[in-house]
Structure formats: C-alpha cells, structure tokens
T-cell receptor, first 112, second 112 residues
Framework: DAGVIQSPRHEVTEMGQEVTLRCKPISGHDYLFWYRQTMMRGLELLIY????????DSGMPEDRFSAKMPNASFSTLKIQPSEPRDSAVYFC??????????FGSGTRLTVV | AQSVTQLDSQVPVFEEAPVELRCNYS??????LFWYVQYPNQGLQLLLKYLSGSTLVKGINGFEAEFNKSQTSFHLRKPSVHISDTAEYFC??????????FGQGTILTVHP
C-alpha cells in the first residue's frame, strides 16, 4: 500500500495565482480530510468528505478555497487567488470508518 | 462539543528517562482516542489508538497510553526515551466514525 499520496510536495507561487493541491487516498477508505498546519494555529480541519460527498466545510477560511472529490481515488484543494497568509503545510488524510487517519506527507505552500 | 487538551506544549527530557505526555478530552459519550507523532518535515504517523476494550493500549516504538474514563485522560508514556523520539506528538479524539479533534501538540525534546 503506497499510503496517502499528495502532490506537489512543495509549491512556491506568487500572490494572486491559482494553486491546486492534489491527494490520492488509500484505496477503500471512505473518509478524506484536508488539514492546514501553521505554527500559529496548529492543525486546522478545512473540509472532509465521506464517500466522495462533502460533509463539513466549515473550516474553509474563505471563498477563495474550494475542494472537490470527483471520485473515490482523487481529491483537490484549490486556492484562487492565493495570498501570502495562505502559506502553510496542507495535509490530506484518509480513514476507514473510525480506525484513525493515515496522513499524506503534506504540501508545503509558500505564497510570495 | 468534543475537545482535546494537551497540557504541555513542550517536554524536555534526558535520554533513557521515562516520559509522560498528558492529554485530556471532554465528552459525555463513548470516544475514540489516538496519539500521532510528527517528525520534522513529515506527515503525522499513528502511534496508537483506543477504540474499545482494554484501557491500556500499546503502540509502536515502545509507547503506550492508558484510557482513564473517570479522569477523562489518555496520557502517553514511554519508560525510556531515545534521541530519535524527539518529535511533536498530537492527541486526537472523536465521538463518531469520521471527524477527529486534535490537540495543540506537545514537542518532545530528548537531550543526550
């Protein structure tokens, strides 16, 4: 099992540009989560899906953020337009009904 | 609402000493509890989990935790730490199969 795969590992972009982060969950997992981690705010849950359906997006900071899960094996988190305060490490995690999360290695986003 | 509190933001210890990282949760219903470890520039890795059954849970790397319902605690322990245990540790809990609430993290630093 390759685990949860995130791409890219690092992303540097200019303010105002669109950024798309990608995640491939573990096959068979029915939950997918997007988290953001910063020194100031720790781990923040942005949105999560159950069986590809968004369940709770109350953590999405602004309308500039959107997430999709078109099928069970792929999800994207998009920021448009990006701002310097969006700089953080973004983690994707998947789980099978309560057995704990498996996290990806994260995408380190720097917006300059 | 479910909340998870890690009582220490930083814990310094010497190599081969015992360590306890404290975690308290708030809930009036059955809980699922987890400990994760994050090494620098990596994602979170599951150390151990409590879903039901025995209150003493053993995990990877010699760590264990005890679920104490009366004290609403789930403290993480290791009898003898190594330099390689230096990392950030997160306690997490949930009352449903999906969403977990994470604590703010405890940075464990093991000194030679």
């Amino acid at each position: 099992d390759a685990g949860v795969i995130q791409s890219p590992r690092h992303e540097v972009t200019e303010m105002g540009q669109e950024v798309t982060l990608r995640c491939k969950p573990i096959s068979g997992h029915d939950y997918l989560f997007w988290y953001r981690q910063t020194m100031m705010r720790g781990l923040e849950l942005l949105i999560y899906f159950n069986n590809n359906v968004p369940i709770d997006d109350s953590g999405m900071p602004e309308d500039r953020f959107s997430a999709k899960m078109p099928n069970a094996s792929f999800s994207t988190l998009k920021i448009q337009p990006s701002e310097p305060r969006d700089s953080a490490v973004y983690f994707c995690a998947s789980s099978l009904s309560g057995n704990g999360y498996t996290f990806g290695s994260g995408t380190r986003l720097t917006v300059v | 609402a479910q909340s998870v509190t890690q009582l220490d933001s930083q814990v310094p210890v010497f190599e081969e000493a015992p360590v306890e990282l404290r975690c308290n949760y708030s809930s009036s219903v059955s809980v699922y509890l987890f400990w994760y470890v994050q090494y620098p520039n990596q994602g979170l890795q599951l150390l151990l989990k409590y879903l039901s059954g025995s209150t003493l849970v053993k995990g990877i790397n010699g760590f264990e935790a005890e679920f104490n319902k009366s004290q609403t605690s789930f403290h993480l322990r290791k009898p003898s730490v190594h330099i390689s245990d230096t990392a950030e540790y997160f306690c997490a809990g949930g009352t449903s199969y999906g969403k977990l609430t994470f604590g703010q993290g405890t940075i464990l630093t093991v000194h030679p």
